[in-house]
Structures are given as C-alpha cells and as structure tokens.
C-alpha cells in the first residue's frame, strides 16, 4: 500500500510530465515511420499501444522494485533514484544533440546545459550517492551513465536527435534502473 | 517452412526471408501456433531462470512481461486494447471495427491494459516455485492454441485483413494439428491438470467468440490477439488451483 502510494505520488509530483514523455517516446520509437514522422508523432498528445503498455510495465516495476527494497537501504534508494532520474535529464540535455529548433522551454534548457552545469550536478549526484550508500554508489552511478547512454544512442538510431519527451522517458527508465540497482549492489559489493 | 510463417506472424524472433504471406502454407502454419507457444515458453523459462539470480521475484516478473511483448512486439496486447475500445464503446458493429483500425489507444483500452498486466503480475507472482516453468510453457502453448480455435470455428469479420488470409486456409486439419500438439504438451507437463486447462481455455475461448459475436459482424485479428492475452490471464490465474486438485 505504501509502495503503491509512493510510486503515485513520484507520478503526481512530477505532474506525470516524464511519464508523459516516456508514452510518447515509446509510441514514436515503435512505429515504423522516418525520423522526421516519429518526430511529429511525438507531439501528439493521444497515446498508442506501445506507450500504453510501456507506462503500465514501468509503474509496474516501480511498486516491484520498491516491495523488494530491503529495509536497510530503503531510505537511500528513495533518495536516489529521483536524484538520478533528474541527473540524467541535465547529463542527456548535454550530451547529445537536440532535435528540434522550435523555441521553446526544452531548447532553452539544451542551451543552458553546458559542461561545467553536467559536470556540477554530476558532482553533486556523486557527493549524495556517496554518503547515501559508500562506495556501491559510484556503481550505481555508473550503471545510470551506462543506462543513459544506451538509450540516448537508441532513441538517436531512430530519432533525428533527442526532444523533451526522450529526456522524460530517459528520467523515468533511469529512476526505475536505480530503484532495482541500489540492492543489488549493495547486496554484491 | 510453415513453423517459421508462424513464428513470422506471431513473434519478432528472426526469420528466414522470403517466406509466404499467403496461400495455403498459412493454413500449415496454423498447425504451428502451439508450437510457437513453447518456444517463447522456453525463452521466458530460461529468463526466469537466470533473472532469479540477481533480481527479486517481483522484478523478475515484471521483466518476463517486457520480455514476452518485446517477443511478440505487442501485438497481442496491441489487440487486446482495440478489442476493449471497441467492444465497450456503444456503437453499432460497423463502428466497433472501424474502432479497432485506430492505432490511438481510448481509455478502455488503457484501463483493459492496466488490469490485464497487473492481474497477469499477479498471477506470475504466485506461481509454484516447482511447476513454474511447466506452467509458463503450458500457459503460452495454450493461449496460442485458442486463436487456431477461434479462427478455423467463428466467421471472420472483415472483407480483407491478415485475419482474413488465415481464415481462408484455415480447416479442420490444422486445428486438430494444433489440438493434438496443445493436449500432447499440456498432459505430457502437468498431466490430467494441462488437459483440464486445454479444456478451460476451449470453453473460455467460446465463451469469447460468443461474446465478440454479439457486438461484431465476426472476429478479427485483434479480437484473437485479445483472446490470447485473456487466455494467457486466465491460465496463470487457473493453473495453480488445477494443479493442486489434479496432481500429476
């Protein structure tokens, strides 16, 4: 009940915003259309079957994740994995190139993101996940480094670079990865 | 050559080129869906397994779930959702079916999703440790089993449509095909309690078919792929219960 709860309210704090991007990325990545086409399916703000189903599995493995949390590293991983969900939208935000040119909040942020901004919050998430969980969070850091990669690289095979939606989708995978990753390392290292 | 046309149709698992999307190697192919069935059985089966040693079960379930609609692309999940917008929308048959070619999702479809793959975690969940891999094989086997059924017994509900192309070469041969590999793998893996959910799943997928019959014209694709989810629901939900009353 409680792990029911948390995972909702994760969703109404963030105004359901990157669960909204993650739907639309997913409907976009999943449909066989040029980059250009995906793009503009993107800002369609009805969903379809792919990002249904992937906004249902996800949330699903939120309450999963959060059930199996041992009791002595719950505390931390609740402080982590939305830090690093956010830390992965500003790392995305840098990294990698931006797909559109329309003005707006998105491309605003995608000017601000400059190495030494990526590599502060970086610090910060590592300072956190330092005294959050010793040195098992610098694994847990670079398993969402690793996470973040992978799906900017995907989502660009596919996309003509990254929009506001992949960096929601990027949050909410990385959020979810960390909730499962924190006792797994914990428990191995 | 058939078992790989149905392994086409039914999954995203990689495939000769150049096979037939018509004629009557679409009908040999029907005999194959049980098949197909264990296949990606065996797949989860050996996920299961080695999940389970880093993962808790609750994870690992919800990974097998990602795992099996990334296997088939969703497309029966995908059929699942039309069926839901289209068969609880009051509206006349004509327009049920134009419902079901709408790739957007209504909130029929969002809300059919959402307790399907949570009653389907569930189920998972709950599962005994002992017959767990059986029971995942027997379950997809099944689930396929009865679209061959409701595609060689119920009229189909369009005048064109990959639904279509199978029914035309669809017949009593590759049903009892399908039938006789269904029962064979279900008793062979949980005994006198596989041939009792060979049973549930016909009567299950009547029921359905009747169902759909009354609010469409005749089946189509989506409302088998909705068939296969239910059945896969329901089997999950069932087979433990059997299991304990009809121990092999």
């Known amino acids: 009940m409680v792990d029911a709860l948390l995972v909702a309210s994760l969703v109404v704090v963030s105004g359901a915003l990157h669960l909204d991007g993650l739907v639309d990325t997913c409907d976009a990545v999943c449909t066989r ?10 800002h369609d703000s009805r969903a379809h079957a792919p990002g249904a189903i992937v906004a249902c599995l996800v949330l699903l493995a939120k309450f999963a994740a959060l059930g199996a949390l041992p009791g002595a590293v719950r505390a931390p991983t609740l402080l982590v994995a939305p830090l690093l969900g956010r830390w992965a939208i500003v790392v995305a935000y840098w990294a990698y190139p931006y797909a559109r040119s329309t003005p707006g909040a998105s491309l605003a942020l995608k000017a601000q993101a400059t190495a ?9 998430a590592l300072a956190v996940l330092a ?27 596919r996309l003509p670079g990254l929009t506001g939606d992949t960096y929601g989708a990027i949050a909410e995978l990385v959020e979810t990865l960390t909730l499962a990753l924190v006792p797994l390392v914990t428990r191995t290292g | 050559m058939s078992f790989f ?9 990689p495939t ?40 808790p079960r609750g994870l690992v379930d919800v990974l097998l779930l990602v795992l099996l609609a990334l296997l088939t692309g969703g497309l029966h999940l995908d059929g699942f959702m039309d069926t839901c917008d289209g068969l609880f929308s009051l509206r006349s048959p004509a327009e049920r079916l134009a419902i079901f070619r709408d790739s957007r999702v209504g909130s029929f479809g969002v809300v059919g999703a959402a307790t399907l793959l949570l009653l389907q975690w569930a189920a998972l969940g709950a599962l005994p440790t002992a017959e767990r891999a059986a029971m995942l094989l027997v379950t997809l086997a099944l689930a396929r089993w009865t679209m061959v059924y409701a595609i060689v017994a119920f009229p189909y509900g369009r005048p064109e449509g990959l639904g279509r192309v199978f029914k035309e070469q669809a017949g009593g041969k590759a049903l009892l095909a399908a039938t006789l590999v269904a029962g064979v793998a279900a008793g ?25 019959l009354g609010r469409l014209p005749g089946l189509t694709g989506d409302t088998y792929g909705a068939l296969d989810e239910l059945v896969e629901t ?7 219960p059997l299991v304990r009353l009809l121990p092999s």
């Open chain 1, 33 to 42: 259309a040029s980059p250009a086409a995906r793009l503009a399916l993107m």
């Open chain 1, 116 to 124: 030494p901004r990526a590599a502060a919050v970086t610090l910060f």
């Open chain 1, 131 to 157: 005294l959050a969980l010793g040195p098992a969070g610098l694994l847990v850091l670079a398993g969402a480094t690793a996470a973040v990669h992978l799906l900017a690289s995907g989502f660009r095979t």
């Open chain 2, 5 to 13: 046309v149905a392994l086409q149709f039914l999954t995203h698992l």
């Open chain 2, 16 to 55: 000769p080129r150049g096979l037939p999307v018509a004629g009557p190697a679409l009908g040999r192919a029907l005999g194959w869906f049980p098949v197909v069935g264990l296949l990606l059985g065996a797949l989860l089966v050996a996920a299961d397994w080695l999940l389970s040693w880093l993962l």
């Open chain 2, 188 to 212: 062979l893996l949980l005994g006198a309690a596989g041939l009792a959910a060979l049973a549930l799943a016909a009567v299950a997928a009547w029921l359905f078919a009747h169902y759909c």
């Open chain 2, 234 to 240: 329901l089997l999950l939900v069932a087979l433990p």
